[in-house]
């Protein structure tokens, strides 16, 4: 599965609007990807509503083009 979502690297990154960091563990038993956005941490509490927005509209856009994806790696196994 890691392949076929990384073959989908520039698509994914261009319907996201930008560029995302790929990470990849020895062994391909795990991978992930992330997008920082920056001046927001937990040791801001003054920040922790702007963070508590970030992930709740990041965590729909990851959702809108990660399930479509691997929906579409399912059905081809």
Same mark, same amino acid.
């Given at each position: 599965?890691? /392949?076929?979502?990384?073959?989908?690297?520039? &698509?994914? &990154? $261009?319907?996201? %609007?930008?560029?995302?960091?790929?990470? /990849?563990?020895?062994? %391909?038993? $795990?991978?992930?990807?992330?997008?920082?956005? !920056? !001046?927001? !941490?937990?040791?801001?509490?003054?920040?922790?509503?702007?963070? $508590?927005?970030?992930? $709740? &509209?990041?965590?729909?856009?990851?959702?809108?083009?990660?399930?479509?994806?691997?929906? &579409?790696?399912?059905? /081809?196994?």
């Amino acid at each position: 599965m890691t /392949r076929y979502i990384t073959s989908h690297k520039d &698509e994914i &990154e $261009a319907k996201l %609007g930008v560029e995302l960091n790929w990470w /990849r563990f020895d062994k %391909g038993k $795990a991978s992930y990807v992330d997008y920082h956005v !920056g !001046g927001i !941490g937990m040791d801001d509490e003054t920040r922790w509503e702007e963070m $508590a927005e970030f992930h $709740a &509209e990041w965590s729909k856009k990851f959702y809108d083009v990660f399930v479509p994806l691997l929906r &579409e790696w399912d059905s /081809r196994r």
